[in-house]
């Protein structure tokens, strides 16, 4: 009797696999059991409130079973911060979303307010009001995305940018950059890497300056 309530048991089950892999649903709401209680987000410190609230209308007395991810995956790719995400099933109630977001690397300042720029280089729609406290670098002027994002990257790699608290773009792809002690350094539009070779050479030799003069190559000019 314990051998057909077992082989009963994997009948039921088998037929339930194939019901619910055959089937075809035409309505997302059409199945009651499993439905979505819970939402959960993680590592979504800046992922946008009203596309957060979209997946969860979305979601509402949906079923695990046959939700749509490519829906969930359309409004997060709506978002300037999700880098890529994946979506997991808890069974029985809930859905997890884990994000990989972009980093804020700078703030944009336009028109007195400061807007966050992420680490795909993209100023985005997020501001940011806290700039009495705030560390990150302070960029103003005329942003062309590509030419900042290879002068920006190019630049981080010295110890000079961890004390660099303003830049400015300017005509010509020229940065004047300002530094926490307040020197000011104006860069050329030629090669970055071999401006802050110098750069770096002239700050070690010279500790106290006004300002550093990089704007034509093979000169120096300091104050």
Same mark, same amino acid.
């Given at each position: ?17 194939? !019901?619910?892999?055959?089937?075809? /649903? ?9 439905? %979505?209680?819970?939402?959960? !987000? ?15 209308? !979305? ?15 359309? !409004? ?19 859905? %997890? ?45 005329? /942003? ?26 300017? /005509? ?52």
């Amino acid at each position: 009797m314990r051998v057909l309530i077992g082989k009963k048991k994997i009948i039921f089950f088998l037929i339930l696999f194939l !019901f619910l892999t055959s089937y075809s /649903y035409n309505n997302e709401n059409s199945i009651p059991f499993f439905r %979505v209680k819970h939402v959960q !987000f993680i590592n979504s410190e800046n992922l946008e409130e009203n596309i957060k609230d979209k997946i969860i209308n !979305f979601l509402k007395n949906k079923s695990l079973i046959n939700i749509n991810n490519k829906k969930i995956s359309f !409004f997060l790719l709506e978002s300037q911060w999700v880098k890529n995400f994946k979506i997991n099933k808890n069974y029985p109630n809930k859905i %997890v979303l884990q994000i990989n977001e972009f980093k804020p690397i700078a703030v944009f300042k336009k028109k007195e307010k400061f807007y966050l720029i992420n680490s795909n280089f993209e100023i985005t729609n997020k501001i940011t009001t806290d700039t009495d406290n705030m560390s990150t670098i302070q960029v103003s002027g005329l /942003y062309q995305r590509e030419i900042f994002k290879k002068k920006f990257s190019e630049i981080k790699k010295f110890k000079i940018y961890n004390n660099i608290k303003s830049i400015d773009i300017l /005509y010509l792809n020229r940065l004047n950059i300002y530094l926490k002690n307040n020197t000011n350094i104006k860069l050329g539009d030629y090669d970055i890497n071999l401006q802050m070779i110098t750069l770096t050479k002239v700050m070690e030799k010279y500790k106290k300056l006004n300002s550093i003069d990089l704007r034509n190559k093979g000169r120096v000019v300091i104050k």
